[in-house]
């Protein structure tokens, strides 16, 4: 069964550190997501990409976070340098189609637990 | 600004009950809106998408409906086993790219 892949699964860092995640999209999925969620709370949306193109990136903190999908199939978001409040778990999603589509059912990796020292 | 209110927040029953999860949603001008389940420290899984087309949607134990007009949501989960113990979060899509907003969910435990 095909399914959204991300590496690695935790990561501890020290503050001010670099650290980056990495997401594999279900494959044919044009539709890449990055998503925060903190302890408690639902996913908030990081960065959207359609194929290799950021389309949405309005809640992405561009000092320090930086998101690329060079050949629009596999993706990875940076943090540098990392902050205590960057302490999250990091979810990445992919979609057939983004677009407002109906019938447009988004799968989610099993995500990345961050702790920041 | 599409803003999602689930109630309860939490909810503790005895194996075999029927459950009522309840999602609101502020912005009805939604093509569709899908429910997830999240085990602790694990990732989400995609549990029922259904149309704004569609009133309802099954899938085993699970039923979902939908009602645009009133901008709300309910998950059903029928005889209920302590595997279904999880959070169950419902995320309709905002904006032109199918961004989906997440409420906090309701945590959801299932005693023997």
């Known amino acids: 069964e095909a399914e959204v892949a991300q590496s690695p699964r935790y990561k501890i860092t020290e503050k001010s550190q670099a650290v980056a995640f990495w997401c594999d999209p279900i494959?044919?999925?044009?539709?890449l997501y990055w998503y925060r969620q903190i302890l408690g709370q639902g996913p908030e949306l990081l960065v959207q990409f359609q194929d290799e193109s950021v389309v949405d990136d309005s809640q992405l903190p561009k000092d320090r976070f930086s998101a690329e999908r060079l050949k629009g199939v596999d993706s990875t978001l940076k943090i540098q340098p990392a902050e205590l409040g960057d302490s999250a778990m990091y979810l990445c999603?992919?979609?057939?189609?983004?677009?407002?589509?109906?019938?447009?059912?988004?799968?989610f990796g099993p995500g990345t637990r961050l702790t920041v020292l | 600004k599409q803003e999602v209110t689930q109630i309860p927040a939490a909810l503790s029953v005895p194996e075999g009950e029927n459950l009522v999860l309840n999602c609101s949603f502020t912005d009805s001008a939604i093509y569709n809106l899908q429910w997830f389940r999240q085990d602790p420290g694990k990732g989400l899984t995609s549990l029922l998408l259904?149309?704004?087309?569609?009133r309802e949607q099954t899938s085993g134990r699970l039923n979902a409906s939908l009602d645009k007009s009133s901008g709300r949501s309910t998950l059903y989960i029928a005889a209920s086993q302590p595997g279904d113990s999880a959070t169950y979060l419902c995320a309709p899509p905002s904006g032109g790219y199918n961004k989906l907003i997440f409420g906090a969910g309701t945590r959801l435990a299932v005693h023997p």
């Open positions: 999603a992919s979609s057939a189609r983004g677009g407002g589509l109906a019938g447009n059912e988004q799968f």
């Open positions: 259904i149309q704004s087309s569609q």
């Open positions: 494959s044919g999925h044009a539709t």
